[in-house]
């Protein structure tokens, strides 16, 4: 293997055991943000020593061993003020025994780990504004670049965030559990806010060269089936899970052989998993049952009218336009009234569309957001101004963090300007 192969090979390996390694470390330690700290010794570890052995042929067990040997090497640190040394082995061997392997086949156990990580991470102590973006560094390894434009902000301001928030959860000596009763209602909306992040950037990667990350996407689902179970009154729980699951049902039709992108109208539909659409809508019917009506359930809603319907032409636009309307007066949100002017589009024309984009253009949040200069780019092209619509794709793909989304706009702007 080249330097190069090696050095990705490291960065994929990084990229899938992180969050496993953090949640054990977090196990054994009692302490998340060491838990990081420690894991980034083992990827330094990594860094340094394959490039000269090789790749081993477990990486994932290689990484998992150097970060307990530096816990262990940790514990037996600590000051020795209040504590023996027999209670320090003792401690050692029971928090040995409490780590699973990589290995061991106890994927079960390291997702309730997961789940009890971000629990921590959204403690009510911390800011709402930062447990979700501490939770997505630690749990699934997202950089401070990818969290920021999950937030639209910028990656300083990220940064400190997460800064404060460890440094907070350092200082605290919180309980590291999965809460329960009052407690677990107080942080819910925070881990729903967190797992949903995960899943998006599984369903589109905010960098690198691949669109979809279905390792993010399995373990957002995993999760929100635990919370179902955690919290069954709770329809946005319920919400939630439906819009994964609607959502993820499409994945095989939204790349092709290349892993290059399908857009959602020109998708085989043949290809859509009707298990999980499903399991999507029985989702969403048991959140109305129990008079769900918010933000998961409504963006639940609008995915169900995509998968009942059977061809893209057989789409309920007008439907669809009425609940982002809904949604929009529930949140206030920018990106959801971008996403109301794509349905919009589809159910009055083009131009009623475009004239939502246009009053959206100067909004601080959207400046750096590929997405709206891509849909102004797709409706100016349906009014025939190919040109305009050229332009605006090349703006979008000048803000695209990732290389196939990137791709793809670059092609619809040399499209439109032919056209």
């Not at 320090?88 to 997961?114: K, W, Y």
Request: neutral net charge; glycine residues 6%.
């Amino acid at each position: 293997m080249t330097a190069d192969d090696i050095h990705r090979a490291i960065l994929a390996a990084w990229r899938i055991e992180q969050p496993r390694l953090i949640t054990s470390l977090a196990r054994m330690l009692r302490d998340v943000p060491l838990a990081e700290d420690l894991t980034q010794e083992a990827l330094l570890a990594a860094l340094e020593h394959w490039p000269q052995t090789g790749v081993p042929e477990r990486p994932g067990a290689w990484l998992m061993a150097a970060a307990k040997n530096r816990a262990r090497d940790h514990l037996r640190r600590r000051p020795m003020l209040d504590r023996s040394h027999s209670m320090l082995a003792r401690d050692l061997e029971e928090e040995q025994q409490a780590m699973p392997d990589l290995d061991s086949g106890l994927d079960d156990d390291i997702g309730d780990e997961m789940l009890r990580l971000i629990f921590t991470a959204c403690h009510p102590l911390l800011p709402r504004e930062a447990r979700a973006a501490l939770a997505l560094r630690m749990v699934c390894g997202l950089t401070t670049e990818e969290i920021a434009r999950a937030f639209l902000m910028s990656p300083a301001t990220i940064s400190q965030r997460i800064l404060r928030a460890k440094n907070t959860l350092s200082a605290s000596g919180l309980a590291y559990e999965t809460p329960h009763g009052e407690e677990l209602s107080r942080r819910l909306a925070s881990v729903l806010e967190v797992t949903y992040l995960i899943f998006n950037e599984g369903y589109t990667a905010a960098r690198g060269e691949d669109w979809l990350r279905p390792q993010l996407c399995n373990e957002a689902l995993r999760l929100a089936r635990v919370l179902t179970a955690l919290a069954p009154q709770e329809p946005e729980v319920h919400g939630l899970q439906a819009l994964m699951e609607l959502n993820a049902s499409r994945t095989t039709a939204r790349i092709d052989k290349d892993g290059e992108p399908i857009l959602l109208l020109d998708q085989d539909r043949a290809l859509w998993n009707r298990l999980q659409i499903r399991r999507g809508l029985q989702a969403l019917a048991r959140a109305r049952s129990l008079g769900g009506g918010g933000f998961y359930v409504l963006q639940a809603a609008i995915i169900a009218c995509h998968a009942q319907a059977e061809r893209a032409e057989d789409t309920d636009w007008r439907c669809i336009a009425s609940l982002y309307a809904e949604l929009a007066a529930l949140t206030r949100s920018p990106i959801v009234e971008l996403n109301r002017a794509v349905a919009v589009g589809m159910a009055e024309g083009p131009a009623a569309g475009l004239a939502i984009i246009e009053r959206l253009a100067d909004e601080p949040v959207l400046k750096a957001y590929h997405l709206l200069p891509s849909v102004r780019g797709d409706l100016l092209l349906k009014l025939g101004r190919g040109q305009e619509a050229r332009a605006a794709f090349e703006a979008a793909a000048a803000l695209a963090g990732n290389a196939r989304e990137r791709a793809l706009l670059q092609r619809r702007a040399a499209k439109a300007a032919g056209a």
